[in-house]
């Protein structure tokens, strides 16, 4: 089982807490990423667990993380070139990894939009100044195991 081909968006979460073992594992996949030019200081990474941090989260973003009980808030440098590709690449080693773990997750966008205009929550949820959040990953259990659709064809791909 190949942990990539496993993986897939998930929105659905049961209210069971990722355990700490498996929240460092994910960490570690995190810590793995590529980093554009070896600039270590683009990204940072909150992780949510609290709920009443994740409420307020939810509460601010039109619930676009789901009510996972787990969310990995990434945020980059604002105006860095880097941040959105080095945010996305290591979100995409944090997604796998979650899979590995049985653990569902999704790449979220739309919320972030509306995080950035509450900079006071980003505050409390850690970030620094000078930073913008650039993706939310909400992880938890899945609900339900929707069947994997075939994504063989997703993309054009040309060989010549
Ligand atoms: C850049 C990007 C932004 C996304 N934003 C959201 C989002 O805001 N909310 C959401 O539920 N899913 C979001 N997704 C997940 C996609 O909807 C999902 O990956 C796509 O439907 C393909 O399904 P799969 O991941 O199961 O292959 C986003 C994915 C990417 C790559």
Known sequence: MNAI?????????????????????????????????H???VMELSIIT???????????TDNSCYNAPLIFM?????DSP????????????????AAD???????VMGGVFALNKFPELQKELGMNEG????????IGYPADKEQVEDRSNRYKVVRK
């Open 5 to 37: 081909f496993e993986r897939e968006a998930g929105r659905k979460y049961t209210n069971e807490e990722v355990d700490e073992e498996k929240i460092q594992k994910l960490i570690d996949a995190f810590q793995a990423s590529p980093c554009a030019m």
């Open 39 to 41: 600039q270590t200081d």
């Open 50 to 60: 609290k709920p009443e941090l994740l409420k307020k989260i939810e509460d601010s």
């Open 74 to 78: 990434i945020n980059t440098k604002k």
């Open 82 to 97: 880097f941040g959105e590709r080095d945010a996305s690449v290591a979100v995409e080693n944090v997604m796998v990894e």
């Open 101 to 107: 773990l049985g653990l569902g997750s999704v790449y």
């Open 131 to 138: 930073y913008e959040t650039t993706v939310l990953v909400p």
